[in-house]
């Protein structure tokens, strides 16, 4: 009942854009501060950016800052991560998840930074 449903991720070049979304269904997403996390294979998770429950507030990791923006439309129940000058360092299943509070994992979407 309670979903998180990443999706807009995919193979690009070094240098092109990609922008991700992570849906909510089953509850009221404006509810809570969400948050981007990335796993690469043998990496730990990172968290990358965060956004507050109005989107009034935003935190971003140092490695991509300047590049990627985070964004929430509540009345849409989703969130959006606008990644550009994409790296191959940013390659990773990217999740989004509360801050504060667990929500049951969606499957992720890949990102892959290739030339």
């Known amino acids: 009942q309670l979903q998180l449903v990443e999706s807009g991720g995919g193979l690009v070049h070094p240098g092109e854009s990609l922008r991700l979304s992570c849906a909510a269904s089953?509850?009221?997403?404006?509810?809570?501060?969400i948050g981007w996390f990335r796993q690469a294979p043998g990496k730990d998770r990172e968290g990358v950016s965060y956004?507050?429950?109005?989107?009034?507030?935003?935190y971003y990791t140092d490695s991509v800052k300047g590049r990627f923006t985070i964004a929430r439309d509540n009345a849409k129940n989703t969130v959006y991560l606008q990644m550009n000058s994409l790296k191959p360092e940013d390659t990773a299943v990217y999740y989004c998840?509360?801050?504060?509070?667990?929500?049951?994992w969606g499957q992720g979407t890949q990102v892959t930074v290739s030339s």
């Open positions: 956004i507050s429950t109005s989107g009034g507030n935003t």
């Open positions: 089953g509850f009221t997403l404006g509810w809570y501060a």
């Open positions: 998840n509360g801050v504060r509070y667990y929500i049951p």
